[in-house]
């Protein structure tokens, strides 16, 4: 989990917010590798590429980053 940890932090640092969500189990996701860390970032348009740049050197020895979007932003709303 400190590989997550690491990704998490590294990425939202460049993010204006991030969420960390529990990892989807495999018959949700449709894949057959075990989900490392499932997470949401609100990414200004200004540093989309910055980001996704990020992302790809944060991947590599086994672990394989996905990113989609963008999302509506519901990981960050606060629900009362």
């Known amino acids: ?3 997550a940890d690491h990704i998490h932090r ?10 960390r969500h ?3 189990a495999a018959r949700l996701s449709g894949r057959h590798q075990w989900m490392l860390l499932n997470g949401a970032y609100l990414v200004d348009e200004s ?7 990020l992302a790809g050197r944060l991947g590599g ?10 999302w ?3 990981s960050f709303t606060i629900m009362a």
């Open 47 to 53: 540093r989309a590429e910055e980001f996704t740049e």
């Open 72 to 74: 509506a932003p519901y």
């Open 22 to 24: 529990h990892a989807q």
């Open 61 to 70: 020895d086994g672990v394989r980053i996905r990113l989609t979007g963008p």
């Open 1 to 3: 989990m400190q590989r």
């Open 10 to 19: 590294a990425l939202t640092a460049l993010a204006a917010a991030g969420r």
